[in-house]
Nanobody
Framework: QVQLVESGGGLVQAGGSLRLSCAAS????????MGWFRQAPGKEREFVAA????????SYADSVKGRFTISRDNAKNTVYLQMNSLKPEDTAVYSC??????????????????WGQGTQVTVSS
């Protein structure tokens, strides 16, 4: 069992930055690949970024490439999402999730076994 708790969301102006954190419980954090997903009002949940268990491989949605960076600290059981050059269209509830499966080219939400409660990110224009 893994419990995930996100933090770091908030209100920021377009062009600004935020760093999200996701703290995981349990001693097996390094066994899980971690992902960030987001869901805007009236829209389906979409993949944002993912990182493999050792942190050696990352993957991003095209919409955030070059602006967002995912990282993890296995000693702290934490995964991060650094978001720069934020745009109003980045406004959404961001959730982290854990999975034992990995494929660099695909990250279906159905592969993820554990989810956090989400944190709101609002980008004003």
């Amino acid at each position: 069992q893994v419990q995930l708790v996100e933090s770091g969301g908030g209100l920021v102006q377009a062009g600004g930055s935020l760093r999200l954190s996701c703290a995981a419980s349990g001693r097996t954090f390094s066994s899980y690949a971690m992902g960030w997903f987001r869901q805007a009002p009236g829209k389906e949940r979409e993949f944002v970024a993912a990182i493999r268990w050792s942190g050696d491989i990352t993957s991003y949605a095209d919409s955030v490439k070059g602006r967002f960076t995912i990282s993890r600290d296995n000693a702290k059981n934490t995964v991060y999402l650094q978001m720069n050059s934020l745009k109003p269209e980045d406004t959404a509830v961001y959730s982290c999730a854990a999975t034992t499966r990995w494929r660099t080219t695909a990250h279906p939400s159905g592969w993820y076994d554990y989810w956090g409660q989400g944190t709101q990110v609002t980008v004003s224009s």
